[in-house]
């Protein structure tokens, strides 16, 4: 019989100062004498944005600027390799990161040059800390006793090109992953895999899309196929609510794949918008767990149904530009349609709420604020007989109360509705997605707070 296996992925704030890292390493060693390990890591908190904030600075000539921030790195990751690592290995480790800061210094002054920035430049740089971060903490795990080797994800993850937001290649993944991974799992190693970066065929880096490393851990959990996935994060689970806005929202203890994507894709900011793909394909649960308080349960995401219909939590996103686009009468709603969705695809723009009407040729989309920058792009170059007028509504938010025990419940919609116009917010469009998993409303973003305070309050969550 095989030994279970668990992919465990730690986030930034679990690995975010030397301290950090032992803990988070203490944690490992602890599961480890129960089941067959696998880890995912992402880099040192703030450490991606650190890099991206060299590489602008490189693209405007400023040399001073961005060598400050490589020497500020240097220092972080040095303090870890000092305190964390056993003495034989320092130097050796400490190599390591210089030769991955050598990296950024080498990508900086190319900016410089051409004061340009290039997707595939900038996927390499930016997923540097990753590669230092995962040679850091498979250091602290030999400190600890463990069996523990360093693996780069461009090893293992094969992308298309997409660079900035690849997506993986399913057959010749699995095929690396069982390669490489396979032999160090039966001697007892822990492999250490950097998260949010991949490769595409031919060897270039790509990264997954920010906070990638989530769909990393799943990506890797289903194609070996892991028996669960454990999300360490610096929150207690999935809440029912961002208690940003509700100081009283609460852990759900569990949910279903649809109502975590859900939550996951209307800006709640656990998981990864992709990461559950996988794994509800393959019915892998993934497990939320607070790096902070390892003993709380968490949440639990699986295939199960939830033991309580109806509403579950509410997601909301105060960035969101509402687009109507209207077409001449004479011309089939079809066409339209057609035209609008194309452009979404080949854009890669997902929606957060679309609604049409066919009778009156028009089609109703909400973005995020950055996707909407490449929308007004289409317009200008794209506008002909077929639109009659596009109209852009900036400044508005979505709210949307998700549980997949709503259908077949009476009344929702209309506490929904109830509750947001008992405040006076006026909701300019409304969507209800054919499997009855959400109500989304498009509102004011500075009602955003109220609306899901009082959807809270109404479905007692």
Same mark, same amino acid.
């Given at each position: 019989?095989?030994?279970?296996?668990?992919?465990?992925?730690?986030?930034?704030?679990?690995?975010?100062?030397?301290?950090?890292?032992?803990?988070?390493? $203490?944690?490992?060693?602890?599961?480890?004498?129960?089941?067959?390990?696998?880890?995912?890591?992402?880099?040192?908190?703030?450490?991606?944005?650190?890099?991206?904030?060299?590489?602008?600075?490189?693209?405007?000539?400023?040399?001073?600027?961005?060598?400050?921030?490589?020497?500020?790195?240097?220092?972080?990751?040095?303090?870890?390799?000092?305190?964390?690592?056993?003495?034989?290995?320092?130097?050796?480790?400490?190599?390591?990161?210089?030769?991955?800061?050598?990296?950024?210094?080498?990508?900086?002054?190319?900016?410089?040059?051409?004061?340009?920035?290039?997707?595939?430049?900038? =996927?390499?740089?930016?997923?540097?800390?990753?590669?230092?971060?995962?040679?850091?903490?498979?250091?602290?795990?030999?400190?600890?006793?463990?069996?523990?080797?360093?693996?780069?994800?461009?090893?293992?993850?094969?992308?298309?090109? &997409?660079?900035?937001?690849?997506?993986?290649?399913?057959?010749?993944?699995?095929?690396?992953?069982?390669?490489?991974?396979?032999?160090?799992?039966?001697?007892?190693?822990?492999?250490?895999?950097?998260?949010?970066?991949?490769?595409?065929?031919?060897?270039?880096?790509?990264? #997954?899309?920010? $906070?990638?490393?989530?769909?990393?851990?799943?990506?890797?959990?289903?194609?070996?196929?892991? =028996?669960?996935?454990?999300?360490?994060?610096?929150?207690?689970?999935?809440?029912?609510?961002?208690?940003?806005?509700?100081?009283?929202?609460?852990?759900?203890?569990? #949910?279903?794949?649809?109502?975590?994507?859900?939550?996951?894709?209307?800006?709640?900011?656990?998981?990864?918008?992709?990461?559950?793909?996988?794994?509800?394909?393959?019915?892998?649960?993934?497990?939320?767990?607070?790096?902070?308080?390892?003993?709380?349960?968490?949440?639990?995401?699986?295939?199960?149904?939830?033991?309580?219909?109806?509403?579950?939590?509410?997601?909301?996103?105060?960035?969101?530009?509402?687009?109507?686009?209207?077409?001449?009468?004479?011309?089939?709603?079809?066409?339209?349609?057609?035209?609008?969705?194309?452009?979404?695809?080949?854009?890669?723009?997902?929606?957060?709420?679309?609604?049409?009407?066919?009778?009156?040729?028009?089609?109703?989309?909400?973005?995020?604020?950055?996707?909407?920058?490449?929308?007004?792009?289409?317009?200008?170059?794209?506008?002909?007989?077929?639109?009659?007028?596009?109209?852009? #509504?900036?400044?508005? &938010?979505?709210?949307?109360?998700?549980?997949?025990?709503?259908?077949?419940?009476?009344?929702?919609?209309?506490?929904?509705?109830?509750?947001?116009?008992?405040?006076?917010?006026?909701?300019?469009?409304?969507?209800?997605?054919?499997?009855?998993?959400?109500?989304?409303?498009?509102?004011?973003?500075?009602?955003?707070?109220?609306?899901?305070?009082?959807?809270?309050?109404?479905?007692?969550?």
């Amino acid at each position: 019989m095989n030994p279970s296996t668990r992919v465990m992925k730690f986030g930034g704030t679990s690995v975010g100062d030397a301290r950090l890292m032992g803990l988070t390493a $203490d944690i490992i060693v602890r599961e480890a004498s129960q089941t067959r390990l696998l880890i995912v890591v992402s880099a040192m908190q703030r450490v991606t944005e650190s890099l991206l904030l060299a590489a602008s600075a490189a693209s405007r000539g400023e040399t001073d600027a961005w060598r400050l921030i490589g020497g500020e790195l240097a220092d972080r990751h040095r303090e870890v390799c000092d305190d964390q690592v056993l003495a034989s290995e320092r130097t050796q480790i400490q190599s390591q990161i210089d030769a991955e800061l050598a990296t950024l210094d080498d990508l900086c002054s190319g900016f410089t040059l051409v004061r340009e920035l290039t997707p595939r430049s900038l =996927d390499s740089l930016a997923s540097l800390g990753e590669v230092i971060s995962a040679t850091l903490l498979a250091a602290c795990l030999r400190a600890r006793g463990r069996n523990a080797v360093a693996v780069d994800a461009t090893r293992l993850i094969v992308t298309d090109d &997409g660079f900035g937001n690849a997506s993986p290649i399913f057959e010749p993944t699995q095929k690396r992953v069982h390669e490489v991974l396979d032999p160090m799992l039966a001697e007892g190693a822990i492999p250490v895999i950097t998260g949010f970066r991949g490769a595409t065929i031919d060897g270039a880096c790509t990264t #997954l899309g920010r $906070d990638g490393s989530d769909y990393s851990a799943t990506i890797l959990g289903a194609v070996l196929p892991a =028996d669960e996935i454990w999300i360490w994060t610096d929150v207690a689970g999935v809440m029912t609510a961002d208690p940003k806005l509700v100081p009283e929202a609460r852990v759900i203890s569990e #949910l279903s794949y649809p109502e975590a994507i859900e939550l996951s894709f209307f800006g709640a900011k656990v998981l990864h918008p992709k990461a559950l793909d996988l794994p509800s394909r393959a019915d892998i649960p993934v497990r939320i767990k607070d790096t902070f308080h390892s003993d709380l349960a968490g949440t639990e995401i699986a295939g199960a149904s939830p033991r309580r219909p109806g509403v579950r939590a509410i997601a909301s996103t105060k960035e969101a530009v509402l687009f109507t686009i209207s077409a001449d009468r004479a011309q089939p709603f079809a066409q339209l349609a057609t035209l609008v969705w194309g452009w979404l695809d080949s854009d890669r723009i997902s929606t957060l709420l679309m609604v049409q009407s066919s009778a009156e040729n028009v089609l109703c989309f909400a973005v995020t604020r950055l996707d909407a920058v490449r929308v007004r792009r289409r317009l200008e170059r794209d506008h002909g007989p077929l639109l009659a007028r596009a109209e852009e #509504l900036a400044g508005m &938010g979505v709210v949307v109360a998700v549980g997949s025990g709503m259908k077949g419940t009476p009344g929702l919609a209309a506490r929904t509705f109830g509750a947001v116009a008992g405040l006076g917010i006026n909701v300019a469009a409304i969507a209800q997605g054919s499997s009855e998993l959400t109500i989304s409303l498009v509102v004011r973003s500075e009602e955003v707070e109220a609306a899901v305070q009082a959807l809270h309050a109404e479905f007692e969550l």
